[in-house]
């Protein structure tokens, strides 16, 4: 299995900024795609932005531009850099995993969540 650790979120000021990491680790033969979901109180959980093994990149509309998607292959870490944060950014969010163990057993993770508020 492939276990996902999520780290640096808080509580932030609108316009500010905030760096989320997510590092797995397991028996990884491969993660492909890593990604990050957020999930506001009432309402579903959503895709923010994933990234391949290659580094192709997409983001939710609502995001683009302030948001960056960038993984660390080498250490099976992926980072959301969150700049001019909005109050409708406020959301757990939550890194996501798909990938393949060294047994060849495909799986889908996901971290236990990070909570991000922006707030005056």
């Known amino acids: 299995q492939v276990q996902l650790v999520e780290s640096g979120g808080g509580l932030v000021q609108p316009g500010g900024s905030l760096r989320l990491s997510c590092a797995a680790s397991g028996r990884i033969r491969s993660i492909n795609p890593m990604g990050w979901y957020r999930q506001a109180p009432g309402k579903e959980r959503e895709l923010v932005a994933s990234?391949?093994?290659?580094?192709?990149?997409t983001y939710t509309d609502s995001v683009k531009g302030r948001y960056t998607i960038s993984r660390d292959n080498a250490k099976n870490t992926v980072y959301l850099q969150m700049n001019s944060l909005k109050p409708e950014g406020t959301a757990v969010y939550y890194c996501?995993?798909?990938?393949?163990?060294?047994?060849?057993?495909?799986?889908?993770?996901w971290g236990q969540g990070t909570q991000v508020t922006v707030s005056s």
């Open positions: 996501n995993a798909d990938g393949w163990t060294t047994g060849w057993i495909k799986c889908t993770s």
């Open positions: 990234i391949t093994i290659t580094g192709l990149t």
